[in-house]
C-alpha cells in the first residue's frame, strides 16, 4: 500500500510503528530510505560468510520482516533458529504473515530488544532499529548483544548518520530530501513526517558507531555501505 500518512496529517504526533504505519511501511521505506535494497542484499551476503551451523540469528526491530527474509533465503548453513523481534503488535502479526510460508526454523517475538537475552549468536542484525532507542540504552544493548555472540560472529547494524563537518552535513541532507521528491513525497508530506520523527529518531555519527563497538569489545569493525547519510556497519567478534 502507498505511504500517504503525512500528505494531509494537521495534528502531528510523535512517530509509531502503529497499524497505519505497518501497512505502508514496504513502501515508505523504500521511498525514504536511499540504499535500502543494498542493505538487505548485503545482509544476504554477510550471513553467508559469517553465519554458524547450529547457531542463533537475531532481527532486532524486524518490523515486517525484511531482514529475516534476506537472513532465511540467504542462509547456507544447518541447523539455524531465526528470532525476530519487534515491540509493535502490530509489526510482529504482519512480520509473521510474510515470513510463514517464505522460511523455516524462525519465530516472531513482540518484545523490547533491551529486554532479550542473546544466546548461541552468529549474526545479529539491527537494521535502522538502534536509532529508536534511547542514546543511554544504546552501549548496554551492543555490549549484552557482544556477550551473546560466539567467537567469529557479527553484528550488522544500518543507520540514519549525521556528520560534524557542517557542509557535509547540509549537502547530504539536501540530497537525502531530493531523494524522496524524487520518489513521489510532496514538501508538505516531507515536512510533516521530519517533525513527527525528529523526537524519536536520534542519529549518531560514524565515530560514534565504531567507538561503541570497541568498548563493548568487539575484534575489529567498519562501515561496509553507505548512500547519503545512511551508513551499515558490520562488526566481527
Ligand atoms: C525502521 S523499523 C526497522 C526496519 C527493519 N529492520 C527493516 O530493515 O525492514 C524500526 C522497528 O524497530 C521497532 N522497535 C523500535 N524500538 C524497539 C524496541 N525497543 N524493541 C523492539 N522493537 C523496537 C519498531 O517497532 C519498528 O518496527
Known amino acids: 500500500m502507498r505511504?500517504?500518512?503525512?500528505?494531509s496529517k494537521i495534528d502531528l504526533v510523535d512517530f509509531t510503528f502503529d497499524a497505519q504505519v505497518v501497512d505502508v511501511f514496504d513502501d515508505m521505506v523504500r521511498r525514504s530510505v536511499p540504499g535500502y535494497q543494498t542493505m538487505i542484499e548485503m545482509i544476504?551476503?554477510?550471513?553467508?560468510?559469517?553465519?554458524?551451523?547450529?547457531?542463533?540469528?537475531?532481527?532486532?526491530?524486524?518490523?515486517?520482516?525484511a531482514i529475516s527474509l534476506a537472513l532465511g533465503l540467504n542462509n547456507n548453513h544447518?541447523?539455524?533458529?531465526?528470532?525476530?523481534?519487534?515491540?509493535?503488535?502490530?509489526?510482529?502479526?504482519?512480520?509473521?504473515?510474510?515470513?510463514i510460508d517464505k522460511i523455516t526454523n524462525f519465530d516472531v517475538i513482540c518484545?523490547?530488544?533491551?529486554?532479550?537475552?542473546?544466546e548461541n549468536a552468529?549474526?545479529?542484525?539491527?537494521?535502522?532499529?538502534?536509532?529508536?532507542?534511547?542514546?543511554?540504552?544504546r552501549q548496554p544493548l551492543i555490549d549484552k548483544i557482544y556477550e551473546g555472540l560466539n567467537p567469529g560472529g557479527v553484528l550488522i547494524i544500518s543507520e540514519k548518520i549525521h556528520f560534524d563537518n557542517e557542509k557535509?552535513?547540509?549537502?547530504?541532507?539536501?540530497?537525502?530530501?531530493?531523494?524522496?521528491r524524487a520518489n513521489g513525497y510532496s514538501e508538505l508530506e516531507i515536512a510533516a513526517k521530519r517533525q513527527s520523527i525528529e523526537n524519536v529518531l536520534i542519529t549518531d555519527n560514524t565515530q560514534t558507531h565504531l567507538d561503541r563497538f570497541k568498548?563493548?569489545?568487539f575484534s575489529h569493525s567498519f562501515c561496509h555501505f553507505q548512500c547519503l547519510n545512511?551508513?551499515?556497519f558490520l562488526a566481527v567478534k
Open 111 to 118: 518484545v523490547d530488544i533491551n529486554d532479550i537475552c542473546f
Open 3 to 7: 505511504d500517504d500518512i503525512f500528505s
Open 44 to 65: 544476504g551476503l554477510i550471513v553467508k560468510t559469517y553465519g554458524q551451523n547450529n547457531t542463533n540469528y537475531y532481527d532486532l526491530g524486524a518490523s515486517t520482516g
Open 168 to 180: 557535509k552535513q547540509v549537502e547530504t541532507t539536501k540530497l537525502h530530501l531530493d531523494f524522496k
Open 122 to 137: 552468529s549474526i545479529v542484525v539491527l537494521n535502522l532499529t538502534l536509532q529508536f532507542i534511547p542514546v543511554k540504552q
Open 215 to 217: 568498548t563493548a569489545g
Open 230 to 232: 545512511f551508513a551499515s
Open 78 to 99: 544447518q541447523n539455524n533458529h531465526i528470532i525476530a523481534v519487534d515491540n509493535s503488535i502490530d509489526m510482529v502479526k504482519k512480520c509473521k504473515a510474510n515470513l
